[in-house]
């Protein structure tokens, strides 16, 4: 039973970063634009929290500095891709290259620095411990409650309001969105914007709440893991939540069998969230095209194409 609390207990701090990235991801890619930057910019958005505590600051001030950080590299990233119409993949492995690049460079000095992170709730709430529900709640941080109520945000706005339409048919059928009236450059680069701040959110969030220490490479393959995920979901945030929590559960698997002293095949089960990911892309390119993916995702709109 205490295995299974304490595995219960920090499923949301692996689940969250996930989520926040793949929901961003997912409305990059409804408005058209292939984003595969999410390892770079988490990277930069857990880097620059990380030397913002470490300086002084609040950890809140650092969360909001390493989605800032993330959010300047979108920038470049959509100017090049929506403005000046570059390659989307090419320019996404760009920008994961840049992130991991400028990261190992300008965070060295920085490495196993430890810090203080984001307070949990059983800091701030009078939670009994001797209640398996209050020792949950207890380890949870107010970002980690927040991002499923996000992630369902996103998807009501996506589906339910006119913004939302717009978006979507951005990545559905550029000219005829913009006969309607869609600024298709607008809507994308806005879109590339706030995948940019929820993979910085995401990145922060693994140095500022959940590892209190920044090292090179601590990502760690989540960026690519939440690409998977976006397939998954069927580009659907709401779906990300389930997915999110699958990627998650099999993450935090490792370290809780590391606590009780299992004797497991540690190097094997840190393999297992990376397998499930391949296992899924295998089985999702089984169903082929058509299994929600926009139908102009990657695609270059100029305004003489349309008809």
């Keep these: 039973m205490d295995f299974l609390i304490g595995w219960l207990a920090i499923i949301p701090s692996y689940t969250t970063p996930l989520l926040l990235a793949s929901v961003g991801l997912i409305l990059s890619e409804r408005a058209g634009v292939l984003n595969l930057g999410a390892e770079g910019m988490m990277a930069l958005g857990a880097m620059t929290a990380a030397i913002t505590v470490l300086a002084g600051h609040d950890p809140w001030m650092g969360i909001a500095a390493g989605a800032a950080a993330a959010v300047a590299v979108s920038l470049l990233f959509g100017l090049a891709v929506v403005v ?15 992130g991991l ?7 060295r000095p920085y490495v196993q620095q430890t810090f203080g992170g984001l307070p949990k709730l059983g800091d701030l709430l009078a939670l009994d ?4 529900l209050g020792r949950i709640i207890a380890a949870q941080d107010v970002i980690s409650l927040a991002a499923p109520i996000l992630a369902l945000a996103a998807w009501w706005w996506l589906m339910k309001t006119q913004a939302g339409l717009r ?7 550029p000219a005829a969105a913009d006969v309607a009236g869609v600024d298709i450059q607008l809507t994308q680069l806005a879109a590339v914007l706030f995948a ?3 993979c910085g959110l995401a990145g922060a969030y693994l140095s500022v709440a959940t590892s209190h220490v920044w090292v090179e490479n601590m990502v760690a393959a989540r960026g690519w893991i939440a690409v998977a995920l976006v397939i998954l979901a069927k580009w659907s945030p709401a779906r990300a939540v389930i997915g999110a929590m699958l990627f998650g559960s099999a993450d935090a698997l490792v370290p809780r069998l590391q606590a009780i002293g299992a004797d497991v095949p540690v190097y094997l089960m840190m393999m297992l969230p990376y397998a499930l990911t391949l296992f899924v892309l295998f089985l999702t390119s089984l169903s082929g095209r058509g299994s929600g993916e926009p139908a102009s995702l990657g695609a270059v709109y100029l305004r003489q194409d349309k008809h």
Excluded at 84 to 98: E, H, N, P, S, Y
Excluded at 101 to 107: E, K, L, P, Q, R
């Design 84 to 98: 000046f119409r570059a390659d989307q993949t090419l320019a996404g492995l760009a920008v994961v290259a840049i």
């Design 101 to 107: 690049g400028v990261t190992g460079t300008v965070g």
């Design 129 to 132: 411990p001797a209640n398996p």
């Design 167 to 173: 978006l979507r048919a951005a990545g559905e059928n």
């Design 196 to 198: 940019g701040l929820m």
